[in-house]
Every structure is written in C-alpha cells, then in structure tokens.
DNA sequence: GAGCACTGC
C-alpha cells in the first residue's frame, strides 16, 4: 500500500500544482509537447497522473535514452505507486524486461521501443507513447518522431507526449502539427556565469587543458568551499590534467595562498570518463572530507549520464570530443570540435543542482554566442545503415522522403541504401530481399547480421562466428593503462591470444580463454581485458544463439575433429594462446568476407600502411577510384597484424579486411585480417552491378557527374605513382572532414525548419 | 607505432 510519505512527497513536487491541468491537457490533446527542467518530476509524475486518471488506457510506454535511468525510474515509480516492479509498472530493456501481462507503464530505452516498431509499425499495444529527454535527439528519437507521426495518421487516437528539458522546444511543436506546448518549471538553483574577457574559442584549442587546470587552482584558492567539475574531451588529458593539479597543489601554503584557509586545507582529484576502470567506484559520488574539496575532471559522460552530486563551480573548456560519419569515405572521424550553446548551457546548469553554483567558461562571451545554436544530431552524423534497414522492414520505401525533424544529408541515406545492395539486403529497386527481411532478426549491425546468416547458411561455422560477432559489437575488450610499466605488461599478456590470421581468431580465442576462465573477474584484470565488455559480450551471444534457434539460422561449428582434444593446450606454444589446427579458420574468414569485402584493403608495395581497394580497378591493379581509396590506412596497435606484435611478417601481408576504421589524426584500421582475394572475387562485381541500379533513388546521374570530377582531380595529382603523398592526403581528408561540418552546420543554420 | 567522446537493440 502506499503510506503518507510518499504521498506527501509527491504532492510536494513542483508538477503536482499542475495535475490537473496536465491531466486535463492530455485528455484534450493527442499530440502534446511538454517541458520541465531537471528535477520537475515529470519523468515519474506524468505518468502515473495518466494511470490515475485514464482507467481504460491499457498500457503507457515511456521511452528513456539510457538504460539505466529506464531502471530506476520504474524502479521509483513502482514504488510511489505502491506495487511491485513488473506488475503493473515495469521496464525493458536489452536482455532484461521486467514486465507482466498485468504492466500499464512501461519504462524502456529508445532503441527497444524502435525495435517493437520494426515488428509493429503501428504500435498497436500502446494508448499512450512517451518520448523523455527528446532534447538529447538521439538517433532513435529521432527515428521514433517520423515514425510517431506516421502513427498519428494511421491512429489519431494514440496519445503522443514529447519531453524535453530545454526551453527551444517550438521545433517539437512545429515538427507534431504545431501542437500545444504545456511548461513547467523546474527547481534549480541560480547559476552565474563567467565568460573569459577576451579568450577566442578557437585560439583556445591547444591551451584549453592548461588553463582548466589554473582555473580551477584560482577556484580553490579564490572561492568558498564547494566542489567543482571541469569538462575536457578525452582520457589523455583528463590523466594529465589529474597529475598537474595534485603538483600543483601540493606546492600551496594554505594560510599564504588560499583565501578560505579555515574551510579549505586540502583538495582530492578524480578523474571520470565511460572507459574508466573503476567507474563504479563510490569516492567521487561521495562528499569529500571536511575541510576537502573535491575536484573532478570529467569527459562529457558527466554532461547527461553521470550527476555528481555537490558540484558548486563548473569549469567548461567549450570542446568535445565527437563522432561524426563521412560516407564519402565510409569512415568515421572522432575529433575535438567546439560545443554548441546549449550543450554550453547544459554544462553551467550541472553547478546549481543543490545550491546555487558558479560556472566558468574559458572562452569570450563573444565566442559564445558565435557557437551553433544546438549541437547537430546525432542522425545527421552517423551511417544510417541499420536504421535505413529497419525503416525498410516496416515497409517504407522512399526513405529519402521519410520525414526526419532534421533530415540527414541524403548523401547519407544514399551511402547507406548503397551499401545494402552490395550486402544484397534490397534489390535494384530498393526493395528488401529475403535476406534483407533475415538479418532484420538480428539486433546487429546490418554487415554483421549478413555475416551471421551466411556462416550458418554457406560456411557452416555460426556457433565460432556468433561469439565473435558478439565480442564486436560491445567495447573495446583490451584495456591500455596509462602508466608505462603496465603499459608494457598489458602489451605482453595480450600477444597469448594473437591470431596469425588476424583479429576475428584473435577475439575468438579471448572469448575461449575467459569462458573456460568460468567467465572470470580475475581472469581478465590479469590480462589487462575488459571484463565489462567480456560479461556483456557473454549476454550478446546467448540473445544472438537464441534469436537464432527460435527463426531457424543452425548453430553449426567448425571445430576440426582433433583426435586428443585435451592436449591442445600442451601442445600450445609460448606466443599463442590456443592457435592450433583447432578450427577450420578460413570458413570463419569467407563467411565475415561476405559483408567486409567492402572493406577490402591492399598495403603499400615497400610499407606498411594500406589502401581501401575500390572494386572498379580490380583488374587493373589500379590504386585510383575515387578519393576514399587513396587515403593510407594504419593498422592499429592493438592488432594482431600490427608489424610491431611480430605475429606476421609485414611481407606476408597483401590482401586484408577491416572491420571499421577510426579517424583521429590518421585513418586507423581496427579489427584487421589477412584474406585470400580468390574468396571476394566474386562478391567485388557487386560495386560493378551498383554503378547501374537507382535502389529506388531517381537521381544516380548526377551522382555519376560528381563522381567523374572527382576521379580527375584526383588522377592529375596522382599521376606520378598511384600513391599519393600521405601529408597531403591527410591534409586534404582533414579539409574535407571541416567542409562536411561546415555542410551540416549550415544547413542548420540556413534551415531553421518553420 | 602510441591509440577511443557517449549511448543502444
């Protein structure tokens, strides 16, 4: 039952002023727009004001961009409303749904709801749908809100709510039939910000991390007590910035140096970015010992994920490190850019959760309010593979036209129907095929679902491919620490699982080793392996097994018959971990050569850097297709193939796939393995099949003219040899990365979308 | 040869 405190609690809420207005709006209103700051309690409160008042309302689905926060809300909810969580409110999320046939609210992550949409379209189970935190525009929010007013159409009668926290909100609106926005206020505290006299944003990017760090030694020495969080962009510096702050502040004499001596005699630092090994651990939510103040470096995880709680003084460097898609290339760029204004906002508001705060900013007003408005979304810089395959398989065709809040660059959706063809998931006409439909089972990335579905079908080696399959689609499983020593240690113990074939055997054999562990904690710290990413790799592979007993894709090995199974580890050498005549490798490498033959790679003739193999000149020997096959390609470190492991000799290296390249400050091939050119021949007349289909899109002519520009230009500079020089390729590739920037940013700033 | 922000099915 639920008892008065809680009762008392949730009447003493700023939203509950508004019950019955909100209440009254909703029944009123079947597309409404709804904003409330942190801390409103409209993610808990709404709901239950609909279940308390809609008694015929069947069941209320809330979506959530996190998992965890999709947890403990229903977790809280359940609670309030005084049953059990899973009964009548529940939540879903990947590998774990905590509901009932009794469940009324629903609390799930984005890509659960997108997923029940692939299934059904329509949604047909909901009364009410809820899209919470829409403000963060993840790509499946995005892709829910087109799909949202396709619903409306089909079934007004679907109740539509979109939640956001920032007040720039009329897009929503705009976008679902100008509806009506309903506002509540928050309860958070002042925070007062100060700009730089005179910093640029630009000038600001090699000194950022420096003058954080005399920031926050003027914040110690200069302010009251309170604790203080600064944004930078990545783990490097956040280390760096850690060890120059506990320096310097061990050299102060606190009754010379510190203002507020009587309250603040020492300081703690801690660093906190996703990867961190002992992210869990509790210190940095903890308060600081009196007379502590805590300092906290911090990547963006701490601008939406992570709520540290005590935070006074915000340090904002106005960089990111951000993911953004060039399909030009095929290629993703990860590179420090500034931030946008809300996302500057967001920041300054993390001073003033639980007092009112401070924040400060190292750059200018001025450049302040020359940053873009909004932070482009996510869906205008990421591949659109696996959501133009699941936008298909709910039956719309002309995806080109679908009706995105912010439409992608069609340059985007086009790359992507392109690469479905060549991995034959839609035909000429852009229709999904059979085995399109197929590799819609799968929650993977559409290269990997075709891989799965041909090991089974063709290769006869699914049960190996599904767990390495598994181990790429979680993070990185080897761990790099920062100090060297360990650095050193972590490089040895990682050459055990090598594979001369390359990084797919590789994973498998990491795989093998922590399952025989019994799935080990101890096991991976030793080897300097991710144990998080192993445990999830683990869960991947049993929902990936299931999914595939239950759509009938057979779970077929390749394990050789090995007379003396169990002496294979005796047999084992001092390099290798398991490499033996175990399995029939090269099935495994035809059946991932199914979808990566796009990603085909051949190396310099005297180095070792590679180039992607465009298929035109496949016969020619020809380096030069278009631009993305001229830029070098270095395999990384943490390869097996990488020429310093001295698994293979860089001579024996000439054909490889990747299985995804990063761009930093050069293109970095990950996951890297040797092929035979005679298994992919065949598949590399598909890029000669692409140049005459349209998938569907009435414009390929002048993609074609583009294209002929392109191969000229390039050929007058590479005339001389193939290759082009590497310092201007790299040039060049950076060029083109700003420009594409530049392209998205503009068309933001142009298309306001009225 | 020296790396990788953050999520999610």
Redesign the pocket.
Known sequence: MVNSRIIKQRESLPIFHFRQEIIDAIKNENLLVIIGETGSGKTTQIPQYILESFEDCRLIGVTQ????AAITVANRVSEEHGTRLGSEVGYC??FDDCTSAKTRLKYM?D??LL?EATLDPKLEHYDVIIIDEAHER?LETDVLFGLLKETHRLRPELKILVMSATLNVEKFSDFFNECPIFSIPGRTYEVAINHHRDAKIISLKSTYVQRAVDTTLYIHTHEPPGDILVFL????EIEKSCRDLDNQARELNYRRDVQYYDEVRNLIVFPI???LETMEQKAIFEDPPEGTRKVVFA???AQT??TIPGIKYVIDSGY????SYDPSTGMDA?LVVPISQAAATQRAGRAGRTAPGKAFRLYSRESFEQLEVDTVPEIQRSSLL?TVLSLKKMGIRDILHFEFIDPPDPMLVKNALKQLFLLEAIDEQGMLTPLGDEMCIF???PFLSRVLIASARQFGCSREVSTIVAML?V??IFI?PRDEER?FEA?ERRKVFYHSSGDYMTLLQVFEGYRDSGYDRDWCRDRYLNHRALSMAKNVRDQLRELMERHGVSIISCRQKDNQDGDHRKKRSKQTYYETKKYDFTKILEAFSTSYFIHLAKRHPHR?VFYHYASANIHTSEMIDSNSSLLAL?I???SALH??NKIVKVDSLDWVIYHSI?Y???A?M?VVSKVKLEWIEEKLKLFKKLETVDLGVDDNKKDKQEKEVDDESVDSIGKESNYIDEEEMKRKKLEAIEAARQRALNRRSLNPDN
Do not use: F, M
């Not at 961009?65 to 965890?68: G, V």
């Not at 990111?320 to 993911?323: D, E, I, L, M, W």
């Open positions: 961009p996190r998992r965890i999320i990947r992550t890509g659960v997923r993840t962009t990545g783990q490097n970015y996703a990867s990547t963006n995880i994920s992570v990111v490190k951000q993911k990860l696996g929650p993977l990335n689609s993070e990185e790099t650095l490089d070792s270095h990384s470190p943490l020429p310093e990063l930093t400050s050069k970095l990950k």
